[in-house]
């Protein structure tokens, strides 16, 4: 067994592709989600997406043996961005569907994610947000709100679930300004151990008291698990933690007006389903909203 290892947080080369490739698995995930939702209930499929990706870590965290963390406040800061983002996004995300919000509304709700982070950077994490990434917010913003109405039925259903979907944004914000403002160097394999096991610890009590916890193992549901558990949970939520750490919040929340139309491209390739004209011009306002936010200041 190798010695304990170190983590030094540094820009490694790769951190320049990892916004396409964030964007990219991360949007894949949605299309699987959908796919997996049809044989297995929605808190339940998430409480055994979490379960196998602990699985899944333990092994590497045994081997690597990374180095721990010292003191109590780096384990702290660990397990709140786990509760927000594995156990509060997500769990919120479908507490709403399954309280009857369509999911067209849902990612209306929670697409206004780097607005709020834009408002909140300066005064939690010390960022600047100057005026052409403003521009760029806004633009994203309704080039992502075009795509959504465009696409998906805006059925809010009941208060309690549009109460489920804001949580669920405030969720991804407070974790995504934790992790700026607090997150520390910790090897990406002990993070995600952590925190995945937060998850579960949260969901699995949820899935047994509001579910009837149905499984249909199908191979559909087999696959679609693969690829959470593997692209979305471990090297999507790692590109994520990685950029937030090393570059700015606002800006890397940015790259959420895309995931509506990244998504709608690739439900087209993998399950079919149209596209609609007014979806167009809403991705290339969503793509020069990102162009202005992403930009390097001079």
């Not at 300004?177 to 699995?204: C, D, I, M």
Request: proline share 7%; aromatic share 10%; net charge positive.
């Amino acid at each position: 067994m190798p010695e304990r290892t170190t983590y030094a947080p540094a820009n490694p080369p790769w951190l320049r592709a990892a916004p396409a490739l964030f964007l990219l698995l991360w949007s894949s995930g949605f299309v699987f989600l959908k796919l997996g939702l049809r044989h297995a209930d929605p808190l339940t499929f998430l409480a055994l997406r979490y379960a196998c990706v602990v699985g899944l870590l333990i092994g590497p965290c045994l081997w690597l043996r990374p180095a721990l963390p010292t003191g109590i406040k780096p384990w702290l800061h660990l397990g709140v961005v786990g509760l927000l983002i594995q156990a509060g996004y997500f769990s919120f995300t479908y507490l709403s569907l399954k309280y009857g919000m369509s999911a067209g509304a849902v990612a209306l709700v929670t697409s206004q994610q780097p607005i709020l982070v834009g408002l909140l950077a300066p005064a939690i994490a010390g960022e600047r947000v100057d005026r052409m990434q403003w521009i760029g917010l806004a633009m994203g913003v309704a080039g992502a709100i075009m795509v959504i109405t465009a696409k998906s039925s805006i059925d809010v259903a009941s208060p309690a679930a549009l109460a489920f979907a804001v949580l669920a944004l405030l969720a991804m914000t407070s974790g995504t300004l934790w992790e700026k403002r607090f997150g520390t160097a910790v090897h990406p394999v002990l993070s995600n151990t952590v925190q995945y096991a937060v998850g579960l610890a949260v969901t699995a009590p949820l899935a047994f008291a509001l579910e009837p916890m149905r499984i249909e193992w199908t191979p559909e549901l087999v696959g679609s698990l693969a690829y959470l558990v593997v692209g979305n949970s471990i090297v999507a939520i790692s590109l994520l933690l990685a950029m937030i750490r090393h570059g700015e919040a606002s800006r890397v929340s940015a790259l959420f007006f895309l995931v509506p139309p990244t998504t709608t491209v690739i439900a087209l390739v993998v399950l079919g389903e149209s596209i609609p004209p007014m979806a167009w011009p809403g991705m290339a306002l969503a793509a020069a909203g990102l162009y202005l936010v992403m930009r390097r200041r001079g």
